[in-house]
């Protein structure tokens, strides 16, 4: 799933990314490490690996808080 690098905080490698409806979805630091990244700037394209309700690209925006990104990492074309 695709998403854009909204917040992030390098103090704890955590923040948030804007789902493409526009939905903010917070990621925490396991996240982060996993994708192999060492900086995230506001307004990248980032790729998403998430697990829980909502979890297939589409889907309404309820279910969002039970939504967990366990791999974030740049977008590549």
Known sequence: MQATAYTYD???RSGQVLLD???PVPFDAPAFDKG???LLRPGQRVR???EG???A???SKGG???RRITLITLQTF
């Open 36 to 38: 192999g990244l060492r």
């Open 57 to 59: 690209e589409g889907e």
């Open 53 to 55: 309700e909502g979890e």
């Open 21 to 23: 409806d526009g939905t």
């Open 48 to 50: 998403i690996e998430v």
């Open 10 to 12: 390098p103090e704890t």
């Open 64 to 66: 969002n808080e039970a």
